[in-house]
């Protein structure tokens, strides 16, 4: 059974960076086949994709985010992270990370972490 | 940018059928597969329907999917209703100018 938990602070300050990791058990990132992924919740709203990244690097970003967005692999950890910069209160939110099923579904989830953006 | 658009709310008895749309913004749903997924608060979404109508193995057959090309639509049904359906739901979709992901706004179903 594939299993995905977040972690990472749930503080960060306005104009800083937040970073968040996803470690992947019971499956290998490097298998292929699925993209792995960041999706966040404001609180009380929806879903937004923030991004993913296949186990060769490749990426693909929000339009709405990709200036400040990074998403990263690291194979042999299993873990791909996120990184966005220059937060403000608008990116409070919860941060999910995922497996996408290769044009599938998003079939595995992490539990999320909510993540405030205050000073 | 292509959007998905689903009526925020939803509301029927147990015992019946709903139906919750996702419109899609322009060009075609059917070019991508649309999924479904439900949320109860305070956890992950989960998959309902993938690949347009399918059911991932658990989900009961009170669920299903469809797609309606003259209105660039695509449907979730719930039938025979019960109060353990009450629920977000959310479909997704791809943006094929940018191989994004996209979701709807979300609907929500109350089972009253």
């Known amino acids: 059974q594939v299993q995905l938990q977040e972690s990472g602070p749930g503080l960060v300050k306005p104009s800083q960076t937040l970073s968040l990791t996803c470690t992947v058990s019971?499956?290998?990132?490097?298998?292929?086949?699925?993209?792995w992924s960041w999706i966040r919740q404001h609180p009380g709203k929806g879903l937004e994709w923030i991004g993913y990244?296949?186990?060769?690097?490749?990426?693909y970003y929000n339009p709405s985010l990709k200036s400040r967005v990074t998403i990263s692999v690291d194979t042999s950890k299993n873990q791909f992270s996120l990184k966005l910069s220059s937060v403000t209160a608008a990116d409070t939110a919860v941060y999910y990370c995922?497996?996408?099923?290769?044009?599938?579904?998003?079939?595995?989830w992490g539990q999320g972490t909510l993540v405030t953006v205050s000073s | 940018n292509f959007m998905l658009t689903q009526p925020h709310s939803v509301s029927e008895s147990p015992g019946k059928t709903v139906t919750i749309s996702c419109t899609g913004s322009?060009?075609?749903?059917?070019?991508?597969?649309v999924q479904w997924y439900q949320q109860r608060p305070g956890s992950a979404p989960t998959t309902v329907i993938y690949?347009?109508?399918?059911?991932p193995s658990g989900v009961p057959d009170r669920f299903s999917g469809s797609i309606d090309s003259s209105s660039n639509s695509a449907s979730l049904t719930i039938s025979g209703l019960k109060t353990e359906d009450e629920a977000d739901y959310y479909c997704?979709?791809?943006?094929?100018?940018?191989?994004?992901?996209?979701f709807g706004g979300g609907t929500k179903l109350t089972v009253l």
């Open positions: 995922a497996r996408e099923h290769g044009n599938r579904d998003f079939d595995y």
């Open positions: 019971g499956g290998s990132i490097s298998s292929g086949g699925y993209y």
């Open positions: 990244i296949y186990y060769s690097g490749s990426t």
């Open positions: 322009s060009g075609s749903i059917a070019s991508n597969y």
């Open positions: 690949e347009d109508n399918q059911r």
């Open positions: 997704q979709s791809y943006d094929s100018s940018n191989q994004g992901v996209v």
